[in-house]
Each structure stands twice: as C-alpha cells, then as structure tokens.
C-alpha cells in the first residue's frame, strides 16, 4: 500500500494554513487516494494501474494548492508560497530579468534606449547641456589644450539662442586656443543677427581673412548688412519684385553677393562642424547617432530667400537686359555666373542645398541653351540641354529619401517596443518592490499580494519588449565614429530617426516630446480601465456567492 | 450529454448541500453519490469538490468533524444551521428555475406530440 499521506506532502508542498490545517487537508485528501485505489483494486486493476487511477485525480497539484489555500484562508495563496512556472520562487523570471538586465551590457541596445523619446532627453536642447561651465573647468585644467579648445567650439556651435553670450565667449577663447577652429565664426556670426548691441562684422571679417577664396563669409556679410525682413526694406516688398530691385540697388549687399557668386569655393564647414561634433560626442563619451544628427541642424546655413533674390536679379535683371541691348556675352556671363553657383551649392547632405542648386542651375540653363543656339555655339548649347535633362531626374535628387519607407517602419517599432519597455519597466519595478515587502512580511497586505500574484509575468514581458527594441534597433545600431560623413549619416539613420518620432517634418521637432506622455497617458487610461472592469467583476461575483 | 459547465458549477453548491441535507458525509462518498445520483451525468473533478467543501465549511455552511468509520477516522460534514436555511433558498430558487424552464421546453414537446398524433391519425 502506498504512503498516501506522502505522496499528497510531497505534492502539496509548504501550504501555510492555520491552526494545523495543513495535516487535517494532507490526511483528507490521502484518503480521497486511497479510497479511489482500494476502488480500483477491488475492480481487478493491478496495483501500478489502481495507483495511476487515483492519482490521476489530481492532475494539476499547483492549482490544488492555491484554490485549497484560497478556500480555507479566503486570501491568494502568499506570492512567495507559490510554484507556478513564473513564481517568484522559480527561477525562470529571474532568469527573464537577468537576461533583460544583461541586453544592457550590448552597446547597441543601450544605445537603442537613450535614442527613445522621453522628457528632457531632447537632443536638440542636449547638445548645450554637455558642457557646464564645471565641466568646462575640468577639461579645462587638463593638458590636452586641443580637446578644451573643441569643448568650447562644441559649446559655440550648440548653445541655445539665450545662451549668445556664453556662445561668443567660447568661440572667442576656442579660436584663440586653434585657430583651425575659426571656422565657427561662421556660426557665431549667423547666432547673433538678433543680439542686441551685438557687431558681427569683426567675425565675418575674421572669417573672410582666414578663409578668403570661399564665397560663404560674403553671404553672411550680404545678410549682415541688409536684415531685408526688417523695416525699412520691408517697405519696398508692397510692390511684386520691389524687395528684391531695392536690394540690389544697395551695395552694402549686392557688392558681398556678388562676391560670393564670384568666389572659387562655397564651403558652409560642415565637414568640419561633422568631424567636430563626433569627436566632441565620442571623447564625451555619448555614443548618440541622433544627437549627431540633431547638432547638425543647428548648422548655419545661408539665407535662401536672399540668394534668391540676387539669382533673380543677376537671371532677370542683368541678364535679360543684356540679352535684349545686344551683349550677349555680358547675359552669359550673368547666367554662367549663377549655374557656377548652384553647382558649388551642390549638397548631397542637404536636401534644401540639393534643392536650390538644382534650381539655380535649371533656372540659368533654361535662359543659356536658346542663347547659346542663336548665337551659333549649337555644341554647347547641347552641352547645356543634356545637364538640363539630367538634373531633371528626380531619382538623383534626393536618395536617402527612397530608403525612408523602411527607415520609418522600423523606427516605429523600435517607437512602441520603447513604450512597452518604460511601462513594462515600471510594472517590474512595482513587482519587485511588492515581492521584497511581501518577503519581509507576508501577511503585509492582501491586496500587494494579489498584486505581485498577478505581475508575476511583468518580467517575462520585459524581455520580450526589450528583446523586440534590441532587434527594431539592431540594423540601425553603429558607433558615431563608424558615420564617416553627414551624408553618410542621414542615409543611414535619418530615415529611421523620422520614423522613431514619427513625424514627418523636420522644424516639426519639437513637437515631437508632446508624443510621449500622451501614449503613457492612454496606456494609463486603458490600464485604469482594464482595473475597473475587472474589479467590477470580482465584486459582481463575490456579492453572487455572498447572497447565494 | 454532458451538462453546460457553467450551469455545473454554479449549482455545485446547491448539490453538495442537498446531498448533506439528511445525514454526514465524507468527501469521498459526496463525489461518488453525485456521479451515482445523477447517474452519470453529472461528475464532480475531486479537485474541485474539496476546494468547494472548504469554502462552504469557511463561509459557516456546513461543519466537518473528524469521525471515526471503518477502522480509520474520516472527515465528515454535516449542514449548519445557515447552511440549512441557504439550501433552502437555493432550492427554492433552482425548483422555480427549472420549472420555468420545463414549462417552455415541455410545452414544446407535447404540442409537437400532439401534431404527430392528429397527422397520424388523418392519414388512417
């Protein structure tokens, strides 16, 4: 005969009922077996088939105890008490938690967590929070004078407008220290246009002196000297191209302009301004793709309406009337000389440069090639119509756009995986600070204990939507210093980046942090509601057994 | 046919009462009346049945009592005094249930009879 009431103590486990129960259950539900197996032998069945019999009652002995526990105490059998697969007890879901916690040490999900769109990780505003000026002491105080002098440069080209003044400082002192930084005078200068009491003349000179075949300090001059956006030009924009007759009746401006179509190089540094931001990032040690690419959008960039301005003056006014007084030469020369422009605008990082060189340079070959035909030069003139042809293709225009599609998707994903991730993060913390109470005290509450009964799965959650965040990430995840070039970058990761935050436009970003705590909020609302139902539930049901 | 499970297990206490109505019984013997009594049909999972007998014995329904019965002793249970007055209840509320859905059902099937009859006896 078997031991019946070891087996079911075997079986039942530690049951922690009161006042003695336990044996009193033990020895009741020994003889439920026993009495199903003398039943069974009595029918004829050999001993292993009556064993199996009755045994067979009892199929899930987990279920047993909790519902035994349930029944006698009226309360959830304590959290710590149970033996399901993912109780705390077992060692799956702390083998999910350390699986979660060891994704950490892989670069790129760490990295995949710092790009995700949380409150005050903005990397638009980041970019001057890298350096306080105790950060700057300490760099600073170190040997290495060039790293201090590309923090300060770092500093020039990312303070925030308030911050003018700090920028200004920082250039000053970071062009002092290299003057292979003087390049961010440019950015300076451009920062400032709104700086009260402000000159930012010397920069532009300074510039101009430093670098004196590229023709983009003489744009900055030309947007210097004529704010056309501000009384009293604003004047002359009542009548359809008074704005841009009255600009280029004022030397202060045309002369500069001029100058800049003039020059042999167009250089905006944004190589420069590239190189210098990922070595800041990397000696920082923030190894962030999209603060890179964040920091490049505040990279000066020349005023579009005005080189419109000077394009249309230079096309309709110096050209045309040459054409029609006889001076063919002096038309071509006008035309020739924007289609050289927007051939040195030619950006394949910017889709606005991209956009404006083709532009300039159609606009210019349309007026060349009939010029160039009824002046008998018909070999050129083709020449000019083939180069009008193909910067007609709209596939050369822009191609890290034809990769957005994937880029978005995936960036979405990731995008939601996060937001599982922060919540489930939350859930799991919740849990373990329900287990670590309950530990210390079981009969704490009933209500954590249904609690941490319940989120027992919260970790096992975790890891799947860290394990699908790794994964979204995983084909976009690089080291910065793997990004060899701007263009390389926004091919790369742009696309992805757009879909992370899931807006379409780019000055749309900072509309882009608003996302977040609406999605928490409607997590919050489901999860408030999902909470009512089922606690309605409950009550429905006790106060059926109650009246029952 | 196997009854609705539902239906099961919101009359398993009304079951358990009634069988204890008249004398104390030991949990094996309320599972084997059951499946006896309804001859089949209706077949309690012993894994369900003690759970249930703790909770009527927690709630005050019904009260067990180590016996001694067949040279070993065996937990009985007997109705209480509440447990009496809510089978009672719950009888009641059942008899009205399945007389209400006896009429519907019944009446169905002796009007359908009675059509039978009459066509039998046209085509004599």
Redesign the interface.
Known sequence: MPDWKKIVREKLGTLPLSNGRRDEVIEELAQQLESAYEEALGKGASEQEAMRRSLEQFKDWEKLRSEVFHSVEGARLPVWEQNGFFAPRRWPVWIALALTLSLLLAPAFRQALAILPVPGTDPTAWGSRIFSEKALHRIAQSVDQQKYARALAFVALHSPKEDDERAVRAGEKAIALDPRLTWIAAKICHATYSYPGYDSHPWIERLKAWDPQNGFPYLLEADANAHWWEPPWTKSSATPGGLGAALAAEPRWRIPMEKAFAAPRLDFYEAEHFALDRQVLREQGFDRPDILIAGMWSHPMPDFIAMNFYVDFQLNDVGEKAEKSGHADDALAAYQSVARFGERLENPSSYNLQLASAKYRMDAYKKMAPLLRREGRTQQSADIEASLASLQDPAKRHPYLLSYDVGDRSGRIVQLSGLFLYFLFGVTAAWLIALALLRWKPSLSAALNRMASVLCLAPVFLLLSSLALFLGYYPYARHIEQYASLQELQQGFLPFLMGVYGFPALDAFTEVYLMFWPSVWCALVALVGACSLWLMRRLARTGQSDAA | MAPDRELKKGNA?LLILALLEDQAR???EI?KLIAERSEGVLRF????L??????LE?RGWIRGE?EPAGG?R??HYRLTQTGRK?LA??RARWRAFSGAVNRIVEAGAARRSALDSNMEAQHA
């Open positions: 206490e030991h949990g094996y599972g999972h012993v894994a369900s003690y759970p249930l007998l703790y909770r927690r180590w070993r065996r937990r809510i209840e719950q």
